[in-house]
Structure formats: C-alpha cells, structure tokens
C-alpha cells in the first residue's frame, strides 16, 4: 500500500479527530452547551465517543481499501474529497461547540452528511466492501444533520 493512501486514510481521520475533539471538550462542558434544550433523539453523552471512535476507525480503513483499488488519479480525488469530508467533520465541532452557532452548524453538518454520502458512493465504485463500510458514518452524519436543526428548533 502507498504511504499517500496510509497517510491520507489515518492521517486526516486522526487530524480531525484530534481538531474536533478540541472544541468538544471543553465544550460539552461549557454553561452555553448546558443551557441548551436538548430533544427527545438527543444521545447520551456515553454515545458519542464511541459512536465517533468507530466511525473514524472504519473510514480510515475503509478508505485504505478503497484507495489500493483505484487508478493514482482516482486515489487522488478521493483523498481531496476526504480531506474536504474531514475539514467540515471537525469544522462541525467548532461551528457549534465553540462559535455557539446553530444555524450555521446546520449547514454544516448538511454539507457534511452530503460529503459523506458522496465518499461512500466513491469508495463504493473501487470497492463495494468499503463503500458498505462508510453507509453508517453517512447515516451517523445525517442524522447529526437532524438533531442540530432539532435542537436549534428548541432554542430559537
């Protein structure tokens, strides 16, 4: 395997893991965050850094698989899509933990749910397995989608 596609497929799961979790934990934590009305399909808290621990460990692996499948220009604009994907990952965190910005963490986390649909299908056309391997970071990233606009609802 190519040390781009290694580089690339723990390199950015890991960066962004490490940004967001920046912003998150101090931001869990903050009174702005505690004062929020949380809604009904709001998660424990329990869930979520095992939910995001998985999730990043199947992109990363899945995009290793999927990258070693493609043409060098195909693996190319994969990893700029990842690296795209990565970018709003943790810019979701900084949006709403730390800018206190429900509307825009929206779109974000829309953007993200889109980008995330998009690398999955990508990944999918060099291999099913690990196009198969992203559907739940999709669906974990729409559904994020909805529960930041459903909070936004209960705090407007």
């Not at 995009?63 to 700029?80: D, F, I, L, N």
Request: net charge positive; proline share 6%.
């Amino acid at each position: 395997m190519e040390t781009r596609t290694i580089v690339s497929s723990v390199g950015l799961p890991l960066g962004a893991a490490a940004l967001g979790s920046l912003a998150t934990a101090s931001g869990t934590q903050s009174a702005w965050y505690r004062s929020l009305r949380k809604p009904a399909i709001q998660p424990s808290p329990v869930v979520f850094p095992v939910v995001w621990t998985a999730l990043y460990t199947q992109t990363a692996a899945a995009s290793a698989v999927a990258q070693s499948r493609m043409t060098p220009a195909e693996a190319k604009t994969y990893r700029r899509k990842l690296a795209a994907n990565m970018v709003l990952n943790a810019g979701w965190c900084w949006s709403f933990f730390r800018g206190h910005r429900l509307v825009p963490s929206i779109a974000v986390a829309g953007a993200l749910a889109a980008s995330t649909v998009d690398l999955a299908r990508t990944a999918g056309a060099a291999s099913p397995g690990a196009g198969k391997a992203l559907a739940p970071y999709a669906a974990w990233n729409s559904f994020a989608t909805v529960l930041t606009a459903a909070i936004w609802r209960k705090n407007r």
